[in-house]
């Protein structure tokens, strides 16, 4: 596997209101969701509440957690995180942010480095799926499998995912060790 460092100054910026409804998004933001396959305009996007977007239920209880805490004083709160896209793993940083004058949270988020990887399709959202299904963490990008948690490449071929011809669903969910690292930042915040 070949690292490659890209250079990204971009700051992909959202927030939302005291509603928890998304107030703002920079051209950053809408520039990288378009290139993950999600074509959206800022009004399409603006009013509509934040945790709609986030899919598993754990990780919208830990985001409602970080931001009561931003709203009561704590913070801000800045940690890690992987986006991957099939051919490359992203590791990323959100800083957290309360603009008490607003009411409003700011998520500023940034990509500290990239690596190169052999295509995932598990991750190309493009691919046929069947009614199967594996979680995914949205954090670490970890695989549930009977073993624990796996890198994606090591889950994939654990689950024999393709000995068939459509792929799993991929459904989002926080494994044990990424939630643990959001109620720690919240209690320590």
Same mark, same amino acid.
């Given at each position: 596997?070949?690292?490659?460092?890209?250079?990204?100054?971009?700051?992909?910026?959202?927030?939302?209101?005291?509603r928890?409804?998304?107030?703002?998004?920079?051209? +950053?933001?809408?520039?990288?969701?378009?290139?993950?396959?999600?074509?959206?305009?800022?009004?399409?996007?603006?009013?509509r509440p934040?945790?709609?977007?986030?899919?598993?239920?754990?990780?919208?209880?830990?985001?409602?957690?970080?931001?009561?805490?931003?709203?009561?004083?704590?913070?801000?709160? #800045?940690?890690?995180?992987?986006c991957? +896209?099939?051919? *490359?793993?992203?590791?990323?940083?959100?800083?957290?942010?309360?603009?008490? #004058?607003? %009411?409003?949270?700011?998520?500023?988020?940034?990509?500290? #480095?990239?690596?190169? #990887?052999?295509?995932? @399709?598990?991750?190309?959202?493009?691919?046929?799926?069947? @009614?199967?299904?594996?979680?995914? *963490?949205?954090? *670490?990008?970890?695989?549930?499998?009977?073993q624990?948690?796996? @890198?994606?490449?090591?889950?994939?071929?654990r689950?024999?995912?393709?000995d068939?011809?459509?792929?799993?669903?991929t459904?989002?969910?926080?494994?044990?060790?990424? +939630?643990?690292?959001?109620?720690?930042?919240?209690?320590? %915040?």
């Open positions: 596997m070949q690292l490659f460092q890209q250079i990204d100054a971009r700051t992909f910026v959202h927030c939302v209101d005291a928890g409804r998304l107030s703002h998004v920079n051209d +950053a933001w809408l520039d990288f969701a378009t290139e993950n396959g999600w074509s959206v305009t800022a009004a399409d996007v603006l009013g934040l945790m709609d977007s986030i899919a598993d239920g754990h990780l919208r209880y830990l985001y409602g957690l970080l931001m009561a805490r931003l709203r009561d004083g704590h913070g801000p709160f #800045r940690f890690p995180y992987r991957d +896209a099939p051919d *490359c793993r992203r590791y990323m940083q959100m800083h957290m942010l309360y603009h008490q #004058r607003l %009411g409003e949270i700011e998520f500023r988020n940034r990509i500290l #480095r990239i690596e190169r #990887r052999t295509a995932q @399709e598990l991750l190309n959202v493009q691919h046929p799926t069947d @009614e199967r299904s594996v979680t995914l *963490c949205s954090a *670490c990008k970890r695989v549930d499998t009977d624990g948690w796996l @890198e994606l490449e090591d889950a994939v071929l689950l024999h995912l393709f068939c011809d459509r792929l799993p669903r459904r989002h969910g926080v494994c044990p060790s990424c +939630a643990g690292r959001f109620v720690e930042l919240a209690r320590c %915040g």
